[in-house]
């Protein structure tokens, strides 16, 4: 078989996800494509695994059985979640430990959201039906991304989160029933974690550093703001069944567009969280790697047994 | 030349905590929805072992019934068709048409064919 150009296979490729098709392992793909996936990828697993901290904060004090069993299925999955996304990662030709060493290290980023505090119950509810409303946006367009391993494991993720939009709610419509006192704490989380929610779709299109390659390449199917808005526009009527309101003077319904309108975003705090100043990130990253130190003897007693196992049947 | 499928980087980066490598076998993942149904690639986890790689494919890939068996191999042990040879290599069943039902006459009239 003949050799063909890069030229060549630079043209099939993106033939390729423009006609639809997906890029497996194997095949051919241009070298950019490959580090910004991978880095993609293993930044959004790391945000899986990191989002289990601050929802672990509430396991042990959650109000009852049926909430503390809701609340530890959620955060197991996250930790599913985290390892499909680590394995599709991997396909990209780097090992599961160098991408988790890159987390541990502090040098890879992850999402800004989960160096937010979890104050009260209320932000358990509030974290499954704006934090999880906002992700499953972002992951329904993802299901049909152009690599194969990404669009495999964001169809079953998205399977999986819309149990945890529902359990948010659920908690926050509880409490919005209940007492003055209870409905004012689902309040306060809203409060807390609306304009971080908003900020999970990224800086303004104008100022999005990697859109253009990535839309290019079929990863990125919609805007930044197109996303950000379709999430507004759902939320705004959950939130006024729930008889809460956003912290945002400027929503208001716009009849012209048939969107809402809303405040600018604080993006000088969205850049301090993202560089390392939100409120908890060092706390969750000392949290991570003490996890992982304090894991260590499992890992290791896994392989001894193995081991075991191995010499025994020889 | 297309790259190596799985290049992976030898760089070992520096840490306070265990420096050895830790990096389990690969074992890919096979689930079985219903009874009677093909096994279907779900995707893959890392273990010292198949004992224990079944029972991590079981936490990760199970959690909602989505099985009624397992299978784990290895990853190494995959034998897999190669992208850039796609065209040849299926090429053999292109031009034979009469392979399906559709390419026969079929008499007006005449049932059960």
């Given at each position: 078989?003949?050799?063909?150009?890069?030229?060549?296979?630079?043209?099939?490729?993106?033939?390729?996800?423009?006609?639809?098709?997906?890029?497996?392992?194997?095949?051919?793909?241009?070298?950019?494509?490959?580090?910004?996936?991978l880095?993609?990828i293993?930044?959004?697993?790391?945000?899986?695994?990191?989002?289990?901290?601050?929802?672990?904060?509430?396991?042990?004090?959650?109000?009852?059985?049926?909430?503390?069993?809701?609340?530890?299925?959620?955060?197991?999955?996250?930790?599913?979640?985290?390892?499909?996304?680590?394995?599709?990662a991997?396909?990209?030709?780097?090992s599961?430990?160098?991408?988790?060493?890159?987390?541990?290290?502090?040098?890879?980023?992850?999402?800004?959201?989960?160096?937010?505090?979890?104050?009260?119950?209320?932000?358990?509810?509030?974290?499954?039906?704006?934090?999880?409303?906002?992700?499953?946006?972002?992951?329904?367009?993802?299901?049909?991304?152009?690599?194969?391993?990404?669009?495999?494991?964001?169809?079953?993720?998205?399977?999986?989160?819309?149990?945890?939009?529902?359990?948010?709610?659920?908690?926050?419509?509880?409490l919005?029933?209940?007492?003055a006192?209870?409905?004012?704490?689902?309040?306060?989380?809203?409060?807390?974690?609306?304009?971080?929610?908003?900020?999970?779709?990224?800086?303004?299109?104008?100022?999005?550093?990697?859109?253009?390659?990535?839309?290019?390449?079929?990863?990125?199917?919609?805007?930044?703001?197109?996303?950000?808005?379709?999430?507004?526009?759902?939320?705004?009527?959950?939130?006024?069944?729930?008889?809460i309101?956003?912290?945002?003077?400027?929503?208001?319904?716009?009849?012209?567009?048939?969107?809402?309108?809303?405040?600018?975003?604080?993006?000088?705090?969205?850049?301090?969280?993202?560089?390392?100043?939100?409120?908890?990130?060092?706390?969750?990253?000392?949290?991570?790697?003490?996890?992982?130190?304090?894991?260590?003897?499992v890992?290791?007693?896994?392989?001894?047994?193995?081991?075991k196992?191995?010499?025994k049947?020889? | 030349?297309?790259?190596?499928?799985?290049?992976?980087?030898?760089?070992?980066?520096?840490?306070?905590?265990?420096?050895?490598?830790?990096?389990?076998?690969?074992?890919?993942?096979?689930?079985?929805?219903?009874?009677?149904?093909?096994?279907?690639?779900?995707?893959?986890?890392?273990?010292?072992?198949?004992?224990?790689?079944?029972?991590?494919?079981?936490?990760?890939?199970?959690?909602?019934?989505?099985?009624?068996?397992?299978?784990?191999?290895?990853?190494?042990?995959?034998?897999?068709?190669?992208?850039?040879?796609?065209?040849?290599?299926?090429?053999?069943?292109?031009?034979?048409?009469?392979?399906?039902?559709?390419?026969?006459?079929?008499?007006?009239?005449?049932?059960?064919?």
């Open positions: 078989m003949p050799e063909l150009s890069q030229l060549e296979l630079e043209t099939r490729f993106q033939k390729k996800i423009d006609d639809n098709l997906y890029i497996e392992p194997k095949d051919w793909m241009l070298d950019k494509y490959r580090k910004n996936l880095r993609q293993s930044q959004h697993a790391h945000s899986e695994v990191i989002g289990m901290l601050p929802e672990a904060n509430w396991i042990t004090r959650a109000p009852n059985l049926r909430r503390k069993a809701a609340l530890l299925a959620k955060v197991q999955d996250e930790a599913g979640h985290g390892l499909y996304l680590y394995s599709a991997e396909t990209l030709g780097s599961r430990e160098e991408i988790l060493n890159l987390l541990l290290t502090g040098k890879a980023k992850y999402s800004s959201i989960f160096n937010y505090p979890t104050l009260t119950w209320a932000d358990i509810g509030a974290i499954g039906w704006l934090v999880d409303g906002a992700a499953i946006i972002n992951q329904v367009m993802l299901q049909r991304a152009s690599y194969g391993p990404y669009a495999r494991a964001m169809i079953r993720i998205c399977r999986e989160e819309s149990f945890h939009q529902r359990q948010g709610y659920e908690i926050m419509l509880t919005c029933r209940g007492t006192e209870q409905k004012a704490m689902a309040q306060d989380a809203l409060n807390r974690w609306w304009w971080p929610s908003l900020m999970m779709f990224g800086p303004h299109d104008k100022d999005s550093p990697h859109t253009g390659d990535m839309t290019k390449w079929r990863v990125k199917r919609e805007s930044n703001d197109d996303l950000r808005q379709k999430f507004i526009d759902r939320t705004v009527p959950q939130a006024d069944f729930l008889g309101t956003m912290p945002d003077k400027d929503l208001k319904w716009d009849e012209a567009t048939q969107h809402y309108k809303f405040g600018e975003i604080n993006w000088e705090e969205f850049n301090q969280v993202v560089s390392g100043n939100g409120p908890c990130n060092r706390e969750r990253l000392n949290a991570r790697v003490k996890a992982h130190n304090e894991g260590k003897w890992r290791d007693a896994a392989a001894a047994y193995a081991d196992k191995r010499k049947a020889a | 030349m297309p790259p190596p499928l799985m290049p992976i980087k030898n760089e070992r980066k520096q840490l306070n905590m265990e420096q050895q490598d830790n990096q389990w076998p690969l074992w890919e993942v096979f689930i079985q929805s219903k009874s009677g149904q093909p096994y279907k690639h779900a995707g893959s986890v890392h273990a010292p072992d198949g004992a224990m790689a079944l029972e991590n494919a079981r936490d990760v890939y199970t959690r909602r019934n989505e099985g009624t068996s397992i299978w784990v191999v290895p990853a190494q042990y995959i034998v897999a068709s190669t992208p850039e040879e796609v065209g040849s290599f299926f090429d053999p069943a292109n031009d034979k048409v009469y392979r399906h039902p559709t390419f026969y006459d079929v008499p007006e009239g005449v049932k059960y064919l």
